[in-house]
């Protein structure tokens, strides 16, 4: 696919001389979403009365309807948020829960959400039941089993569980994770911060109680746009999580204004599924997951050490390598030396006693990058620079 | 060269062309230069977010709190950003840890985020409010701090939550006053500030609240929007933000740097609007808007043959009320929609003590012209009924 890679770079915003690998955590947007975001920002600036009582609530009925059609739901179960722990403190903390409510979620949970479940036990006593997932366990079917367990055996009002995880970084089994939830009556919640634009989301035939999406890590969007979608039944008791002027008025005004802020960040959200559409969703994704891939194994090649997990079904645009180096801490000061010496960016983490890397492809991306991250760090892992 | 405040002024602003503004005060207009260095900034962030967020906002964040503490003469540690006065807000009640036992007293004229804040609280936590009711002749310092102290004296009262400017209608409130009294009968103090940085001079370390919050956006310069919180030490340990994110539990700090994905870029603009400010000199803009908003509002008093909602001008800010010759007030909001499409010009208008009102404000690019003009079409427009 010679549109993407070296090719398509100079279309991105991307510091010049930074080699990226880490497209996943923030995002990186196109120069044409960024000429029409700072267009938008000076006609909210300009007149904001004018942008925010005329304008806006036009807009925002735009947008939800954009991503709703993007994710295959209906625009009025939509919401705006910035972020996902916007979208998910807003459900779980007015989801009315008690001790008598117990949350189940993964181990390998995003901290944000891990913290906001420790919030509501700390505060409100709500139960709270973790699923280690070890190494071993990184398989389906083992994933569901060990879930279904839970399920089987627990009272669990709530489930969480990531579309895609972040470390490691993983597909989950979202659509047998639901059945499950609804074969038990348990509330599902999908954290699918890694979402809109790297995975095909059709959230009618998902059909979760809820679920949540950046726009701004894939679908090339500035940060921090987020789409908040809840079954109809749940749009009387939700609150935004922030009490601003609108409480009271409907979940969809409550999000529209939960306090002043950029009015026009989120009439990027049209310009960035513009852009996908412009590709193709499939497109991108095929050639983001399948370099990720490559570019992961290439890095395990001159590590000389392995991927977490071997099968390929499992992982999206973001793949998991082991580091040949068992202190966490100097693995971290080697990110850091290794950024400011090679201008190259790797996520590391600590998981299962192991360290690991974790490598993202997007469409500017191309195998040398791996390249060059792979032998800077182990440059910088072995004292070499 | 400095410009003087005034029409010449305008041209260094981002308002539409052709625009005549006499609402300062709802989001703020910031300068170009401003601006301009928003933008270089927020590419900063965007074309390598890692090492922002991850390496230069730890940095740079406490340069602009100490920038942003020192304008309001607080200490730095006791200063957070937030994105504006809803999660300040939020942040504080919510983490006050009040039940039942508790009550939250505040004024009628408080806005409504914070009336609902306390409405909420009151739903899902049965704490209790108590709300002093202002009529027109209420409105003098000696009134309202005699109420006050009345609820203080007679009920258990937890928290009490004051404007330092309030919004609709719009007067000064007797801030420190309102402090001593909650000294005196040991209730926690909470500053609704988003009226303050930038055009009322703030002494924090001598006005000594529980809590203060204050919007850069509106009065300092920056563009929408920024918010200081503010906080005695003792409740460092106790206040988390509001939206519980991957520092919980980190500490008040680290909670208020990252808090979920966003654009942290704007808060560096806390230092570009402050330098703008210590340009001209913050004494003299507070003077140039206080002063044009009084002549300006009295002028459109005087074409709508009217009065003023408070005629005492010490009571009033770079805001000001005036009554609209007219007592329909759904009548009056198609007016303002018209007016506004037609004139360019936006009118605030509301509804307190059972009569219709218009709020104008002024900034250094204001001229009387602005009030003039604004007060001759929303009368134009008010007069062509039926």
Not at chain 2, 149 to 173: F, G, H
């Amino acid at each position: 696919m010679n549109t993407f890679g070296q090719n398509i770079k100079e279309d991105f915003i991307i510091e010049n001389g930074f080699v990226c690998v880490n497209h996943s955590s923030f995002g990186f947007v196109p120069k044409e979403v960024f000429q029409q975001r700072i267009q938008h920002y000076t006609k909210f600036l300009q007149n904001p009365d004018r942008f925010t009582k005329i304008d806006y609530p036009k807009y925002t009925i735009e947008i939800r309807k954009t991503a709703a059609e993007f994710l295959n739901a209906d625009f009025n179960q939509c919401m705006l948020t910035s972020n996902s722990a916007e979208a998910f403190n807003s459900i779980i903390r007015n989801l009315g829960l008690t001790e008598n409510d117990t949350i189940l979620y993964f181990s390998t949970a995003y901290p944000m959400v891990q913290n906001t479940i420790q919030f509501m036990t700390s505060n409100y006593n709500v139960k709270q039941n973790r699923i280690e997932l070890k190494r071993q366990h990184l398989e389906k079917q083992k994933i569901l089993s060990l879930f279904e367990e839970q399920l089987k055996t627990q009272k669990i009002t709530i489930a969480v569980f990531d579309n895609i995880s972040a470390q490691p970084s993983l597909i989950m089994p979202i659509k047998e994770l639901i059945s499950l939830c609804k074969k038990y009556n348990v509330i599902s919640i999908v954290d699918a911060a890694h979402g809109a634009g790297i995975t095909v989301l059709d959230i009618k035939d998902l059909d979760p109680d809820f679920l949540f999406t950046n726009f701004n890590k894939w679908a090339f969007c500035p940060s921090g746009i987020n789409i908040l979608y809840l079954k109809e039944q749940y749009l009387n008791k939700i609150h935004h999580n922030t009490i601003s002027v609108q409480y009271g008025n409907g979940l969809a005004k409550e999000c529209e204004f939960s306090g002043t802020k950029d009015f026009s960040l989120s009439l990027s959200l049209i310009d960035g599924v513009n852009f996908i559409k412009k590709y193709g969703l499939n497109q991108i994704i095929k050639y983001s997951e399948d370099l990720a891939w490559e570019g992961a194994n290439l890095v395990a090649q001159i590590w000389q050490t392995e991927l977490l997990v071997n099968d390929k079904s499992m992982h999206s645009a973001m793949v998991n390598v082991k580091i040949p180096h068992q202190d966490q801490n100097y693995c971290r000061e080697c990110q850091k030396k290794c950024f400011e010496k090679y201008n190259v960016f790797l996520v590391v983490f600590k998981y299962d006693d192991l360290n690991w890397s974790r490598l993202s492809a997007s469409l500017y991306n191309t195998i040398s990058d791996y390249e060059y991250a792979a032998r800077c760090y182990l440059k910088v892992l072995k004292g070499e620079e | 060269m400095i410009k003087n405040f005034g029409k010449e002024l305008k041209e260094d602003f981002v308002i539409e062309s052709g625009y005549t503004c006499v609402n300062h005060s709802s989001f703020g207009y910031i300068p170009k230069c401003v601006l301009k260095q928003r933008i270089e900034n927020q590419l900063r962030f965007l074309q390598n977010p890692d090492s922002f967020i991850r390496y230069q906002i730890p940095k740079e964040s406490p340069i602009v709190r100490k920038t942003a503490a020192e304008f309001l003469n607080a200490n730095f540690n006791q200063c957070f950003f937030s994105s504006n006065s809803a999660e300040s807000m939020n942040s504080i009640i919510q983490n006050l840890r009040l039940s039942d036992k508790d009550t939250i007293l505040y004024l009628n004229i408080a806005y409504p985020m914070v009336q609902n804040v306390v409405k909420y609280m009151n739903t899902n936590h049965k704490v209790n409010a108590c709300r002093i009711e202002l009529k027109v002749e209420d409105l003098k310092n000696e009134i309202i701090l005699q109420q006050i102290e009345e609820n203080m004296k007679t009920k258990k009262i937890t928290v009490a939550i004051l404007d330092n400017i309030s919004s609709l209608p719009s007067i000064k409130l007797p801030t420190k006053e309102f402090v001593e009294l909650c000294k005196k009968y040991d209730v926690i103090s909470i500053i609704d500030g988003a009226h303050g940085a930038g055009i009322s001079e703030i002494n924090l370390k001598e006005l000594d609240p529980d809590f203060f919050f204050t919007n850069l956006n509106k009065w300092a310069f920056c563009p929408c929007s920024v918010n200081l919180l503010y906080m005695k030490e003792k409740y460092l340990n106790q206040i988390h933000n509001n939206t519980i994110s991957v520092f919980y539990g980190a500490g008040i700090e680290k909670e208020f740097e990252y808090y979920g994905t966003r654009d942290s870029s704007v808060i560096l603009s806390v230092i570009d609007g402050i330098n703008y400010i210590n340009q001209f000199g913050l004494k003299q803009i507070i003077q140039y808007c206080e002063e044009l908003a009084w002549e300006g509002s009295e002028l459109v008093a005087k074409i709508w043959e009217t009065e003023l909602l408070v005629k005492d001008k010490t009571m009033h800010s770079a805001m000001v009320n005036v009554l609209i010759p007219h007592k329909d007030h759904s009548y009056i909001l198609e007016c303002q929609k018209t007016c506004f499409e037609k004139y360019n010009v936006f009118v605030v208008v509301f509804e307190f003590d059972g009569r219709s009102w218009a709020r104008f404000s002024a900034s250094i690019y204001n001229c009387l012209e602005d009030y003039e003009y604004a007060a001759k079409q929303f009368i134009n427009v008010l007069k062509k009924e039926g």
